[in-house]
């Protein structure tokens, strides 16, 4: 079973940044959406964002848009995710997810994608 490994969580403060790296233990996903989802205590797992397999479409949550900014390399076979003036509320596991089928246009819905990463824990205190 292909396993995403996801890394760069960790505690800040509010206002701080952080870069989350997910990449497949083995095969390419270059053809394929990837997305980034979260998960807090108590609720359930909400979509983040998503890149389309070129990084021409990149949908993200209202919640998190300006702040946030996912991208690609292909060539390095790894998606990122950027996240700035962060707040509590951002705290949570986040999950890396890729799409079984290519070239699909990139989801919001957790169903959407097939293969998940174990998570990073991100939390920022106030």
């Known amino acids: 079973q292909v396993q995403l490994v996801e890394s760069g969580g960790g505690l800040v403060q509010a206002g701080d940044s952080l870069r989350l790296s997910c990449a497949p233990s083995e095969r390419t996903f270059g053809s394929s959406a990837m997305g980034w989802f979260r998960q807090a205590p108590g609720k359930e797992r909400e979509f983040v964002a998503a890149?389309?397999?070129?990084?021409?479409?990149?949908p993200y949550a209202d919640s998190v848009k300006g702040r946030f900014t996912i991208s690609r390399d292909n060539a390095k076979n790894t998606v990122y995710l950027q996240m700035d003036l962060l707040k509590p509320e951002d705290t949570a596991v986040y999950y890396c997810?890729?799409?079984?089928?290519?070239?699909?246009?990139?989801?919001?819905?957790?169903?959407?994608?097939?293969?998940w990463g174990q998570g990073t824990q991100v939390t920022v205190s106030s």
């Open positions: 997810a890729a799409d079984i089928y290519t070239y699909r246009v990139p989801g919001r819905d957790r169903y959407a994608y097939y293969y």
């Open positions: 890149i389309s397999w070129s990084g021409d479409t990149t």
